[in-house]
Nanobody, 124 residues
């Protein structure tokens, strides 16, 4: 399995930006797909996006399209979530997650490894 650690969360005003990072360690020699999820208080974990191993394929939930961008640097075993034009409804704990294959599935249960999460709070 891959061990994941997120960082970069914080408190910003609406309209601001944050860049989350996800550092991978462990079995990073195997190609893995990176997903991003978020969970707001009292709500289920929500799919944000997924990026293929090469970075050439991505999929975003409609709520973040045009505002969030996923990238990855496999040489550094890292993935990033650039979040722009943040809104109060983006407030949540953000998680990165890994699985071995790219598909259209957004089901969190299909991901094998999870980070501990990082809090993102957007003030209005």
């Amino acid at each position: 399995q891959v061990t994941l650690v997120e960082s970069g969360g914080g408190l910003v005003q609406a309209g601001g930006s944050l860049r989350l990072s996800c550092a991978a360690s462990g079995r990073t020699s195997s190609r893995f797909v990176m997903g991003w999820f978020r969970q707001a208080p009292g709500k289920e974990r929500e799919f944000v996006g997924i990026i293929s191993w090469s970075g050439g394929r991505t999929d975003y939930t409609d709520a973040v399209k045009g505002r969030f961008t996923m990238t990855r640097d496999n040489a550094k075993n890292a993935a990033y979530l650039q979040m722009n034009n943040l809104k109060p409804e983006d407030t949540a704990v953000y998680y990165c997650a890994a699985r071995s294959y790219y598909s259209g599935s957004r089901d969190p249960s299909t991901f094998d490894s999870w980070g501990q999460g990082t809090q993102v709070t957007i003030s209005s």
